[in-house]
């Protein structure tokens, strides 16, 4: 187990990520445009999972070409596994990504017990009915075997010199709650929390379309759904248990295996 890192962290303490949790590498930034960025260029050598972390992240992506704003006190980091390591198969990936999303729903309900937490699909969380964390899943160029996992999560940093319109959508667990919790503290619950859904995911044992339904904030509503040249919209009728979201429209239902969507009412 190895650790890599430029400077000292003023919110993590590595040596303690890598004792606690299924991690086998950290590498560490003081300051990194995007976290997927770096992971998605890691050696193919580098064991696996790896840690890609940062204090500091100055160009988040999202999805299509969303960017997430974040500020001092925000985590944000990215996870390169190989799914097979989890007994995840390959016509299971998609589920990963709400996999990822449940085990950030489960983290927040214990740093914000009293909160009420909502999931978006594909890779959206809500905190009060507002976005307090964004996760994005892709494949390294050339790679069939392994999947980086980038998450955001606002915890420690306020959203009350955001933007407008970042502010009215947005949130995070030291607005919702007035307590500073530290990121390492949230990023070690996440990664256990992680680590037993990917392996009950694995096994077959994770319910995974009833915890999702369970929280999910679409369904039953009108929805909007870009997905490349094709735009849809329809009433959600929750999630397939093959991850696809299911969208009915004039009748008939169809799934969706990616997209952005929207709420219109």
Not at 164 to 176: G, H, Y
Not at 217 to 236: Q, Y
């Amino acid at each position: 187990m190895t650790i890599f890192a430029d400077f000292t962290s003023r919110w993590f303490d590595l040596e303690r990520l890598l004792d606690e949790t299924f991690v086998r590498e950290i590498e560490f930034r003081r300051e990194c445009v995007s976290t997927n960025d770096l992971a998605l260029s890691a050696s193919a050598e580098w064991k696996s999972p790896a840690l890609l972390l940062t204090d500091s992240q100055t160009g988040g992506r999202g999805r299509g070409s969303n960017q997430w704003w974040a500020r001092d006190g925000a985590l944000t980091f990215s996870l390169r596994i190989k799914p097979a390591e989890f007994a995840v198969q390959r016509q299971h990936w998609p589920l990963v990504s709400l996999t990822t999303a449940i085990a950030v729903a489960d983290t927040l309900k214990h740093f914000a017990p009293d909160g009420t937490v909502g999931l978006k699909w594909p890779n959206d969380v809500l905190l009060q009915n507002r976005k307090v964390c964004g996760i994005l899943v892709e494949p390294p160029k050339g790679s069939d075997a392994e999947l980086v996992i980038g998450v955001g999560i606002n915890v420690a940093n306020s959203l009350n010199d955001a933007p407008d319109d970042v502010r009215k959508i947005a949130t995070s667990i030291l607005d919702e709650t007035d307590n500073e919790h530290s990121p390492c503290d949230v990023l070690l619950k996440f990664l256990q929390r992680f680590e037993s859904l990917l392996r009950d995911l694995g096994s077959g044992n994770l319910a995974l379309t009833h915890r999702w339904q369970s929280q999910c904030i679409l369904t039953g509503r009108r929805i909007s759904l870009e997905s490349g040249d094709h735009r849809v919209s329809g009433v959600c009728c929750g999630v397939h248990d093959n991850g696809a979201i299911q969208v009915e429209t004039e009748g008939v239902m169809r799934p969706w295996f990616g997209g952005i969507v929207r709420l219109i009412d």
